[in-house]
């Protein structure tokens, strides 16, 4: 399974953009205000809550379908629930 820091590496990946672009293109072309560090912690999965609107920016920056994206969140959540339900 794929964690949604992974994929949205990835997507970063195949856009051929560093961290730093992608903060500049987000205040550039959208008005949002992030930094290397937020981004990098939400694709290193340390960041756990992404904010609803940096979503929508990174889907249109990395050109990714947000279905696509709804069923990687939705397995990561079902994944959390089963781990959770062994360790009780």
Sequence with gaps: MITIGRYLKTKRFFSEL?????T??????YGY??????????????NKII????????????DF???EFKEVILANISNIRERRKLNK
Excluded: M
């Design 18 to 22: 560093t961290l730093l672009q992608v």
């Design 65 to 67: 379908d947000l279905n």
């Design 51 to 62: 904010d609803g609107e940096l979503l929508f920016v990174l889907s249109d920056i990395y």
């Design 24 to 29: 500049h293109i987000a205040k550039d072309k």
């Design 33 to 46: 205000s992030t930094s290397t560090s937020v981004l990098s912690a939400i694709e290193t999965d340390k």
